[in-house]
């Protein structure tokens, strides 16, 4: 076996030890349903060429849970996606007036800082186009964990799963998106690059309070003033944060096991968005603390959007969502009132057999008790006399 196993990203351990279990369960269901020893290959094959024909249906995954040969429960990703979607139709509504805000919060002119004479000295760096351009962002914030949740789910099938990912990262983003428009129209903070913004021409010009009077382009100039936070570095922990708290649950990075491996899978994502905020620095977009800022914002909402719907990594169940084990229980409680509407009928059907039996029984006993005493009773001669 290899000293680090990164199968468990596809095939997870515990579904299988459920299924085991589930599989287990119905056997002993239909043994104590009567079924003889000689029968119990054939329910295996049965079972085995119902699985075969449930794994050849493409798209429709199903999670059975059956009892005395009867489904009590069935979960498929067609009738359950759309369960689940209606089910989480408000917070779909929300993700939508979050996404306007942002429009809006890019519309608007931020706050426009008292700029002296004396600041200009730390706002002279060289106005440079970005390393990382801005639709750039989604492409890996966004679509780059959206395709590794669609591997996962071509190899599990799990709606659930599938589902809350996508919605959770899209919370993610879109949170941190609308927390730092904010924070950058309220602050007005200038650019490093804020005095060729100003004067692209380098003639400075102010006003009788000292405050400078830009001449630049209006919407370079109003860029210039959304230096704090970093847009790039939130937006880039938030998508890949996210990326990376799920992978490290569905890989099992703190299982106790020391596989350094997974460890690095998991920091990749990290490396990338580290990478993507250095850039704003080394591009003279932004201030250190605005890159700091913007890193711990996108991390904080991207750990808070993901335990909305998963466990914490380091949890014994972080490899699925919480509505995948609610729907395990479920099962095993559906299981188990089948279980005892079966058992109870079959009790009633038990006492009826032995109230039926009763009257036999003692007609049995009473015709054996003459025949065996002796006494043949009153004959017909004595009733006919009358001596009886």
């Known amino acids: 076996m290899p000293w680090w196993d990164l199968r468990s990203v596809f095939v997870f351990k515990n579904f299988r030890c459920f299924s085991q279990s589930q599989n287990g369960l119905s056997q002993r269901l239909e043994t104590s349903a009567g079924f003889s020893q000689l029968f119990r290959p054939l329910i295996a094959h049965k079972k085995h060429q ?102 996962i789910y071509f190899r599990r099938r799990d709606v659930y799963d599938l589902h809350h990912a996508i919605l959770g990262l899209l919370f993610s983003v879109v949170v941190t998106a609308v927390i730092t428009g904010a924070i950058k129209d309220a602050v007005g903070r200038p650019r490093p690059d804020f005095f060729w913004r100003c004067f692209p021409d380098g003639k400075e010009v102010y006003d009788k309070w000292g405050d400078v009077v830009c001449h630049g382009d ?90 909305q719907f998963f466990p914490p990594p380091y949890n014994d169940q972080g490899w699925a969502t919480y509505a995948y084990f609610r729907m395990l229980e479920e099962s095993q409680g559906a299981v ?38 002796g006494d043949s009773g009153p004959t017909a001669e004595d009733l006919e006399s009358g001596r009886r």
């Open 50 to 151: 119902q699985g075969r024909m449930r794994d050849a249906q493409p798209g429709s995954h199903t999670v059975s849970v059956r009892s005395h040969g009867v489904t009590v429960a069935s979960y498929t990703v067609r009738s359950h996606g759309i369960t689940v979607a209606r089910t989480h139709l408000n917070d779909w509504m929300i993700l939508i007036l979050l996404l306007g805000i942002v429009v809006l919060l890019n519309v608007i002119h931020p706050f426009y800082r008292f700029v002296g004479k004396d600041m200009m000295e730390d706002l002279k760096y060289p106005l440079k186009s970005n390393t990382v351009p801005f639709w750039a962002v989604p492409v890996y914030a966004v679509l780059l964990p959206m395709v590794v949740f669609l591997l």
């Open 218 to 307: 209006k919407n370079v100039v109003r860029e210039g003033h959304k230096s704090f936070p970093s847009g790039h570095t939130s937006l880039s922990f938030a998508g890949l944060g996210f990326l990376s708290l799920y992978l490290s649950g569905k890989i099992q990075v703190f299982d106790c096991r020391g596989h350094v491996a997974k460890l690095c899978l998991v920091l990749l994502p990290l490396l990338l968005a580290s990478l993507v905020a250095i850039s704003r620095v080394d591009d003279y977009w932004h201030h250190w603390q605005d890159v700091f800022a913007g890193g711990l914002i996108g991390l904080v909402v991207a750990t808070l959007c993901y335990l």
């Open 336 to 373: 188990e009132t089948s279980n005892g509407e079966n058992a109870n009928a079959n009790n009633t059907c038990n006492a009826e057999v032995q109230i039926g039996s009763q009257p036999n029984h003692r007609n049995n006993n009473t015709f054996t008790g003459i025949s065996l005493s």
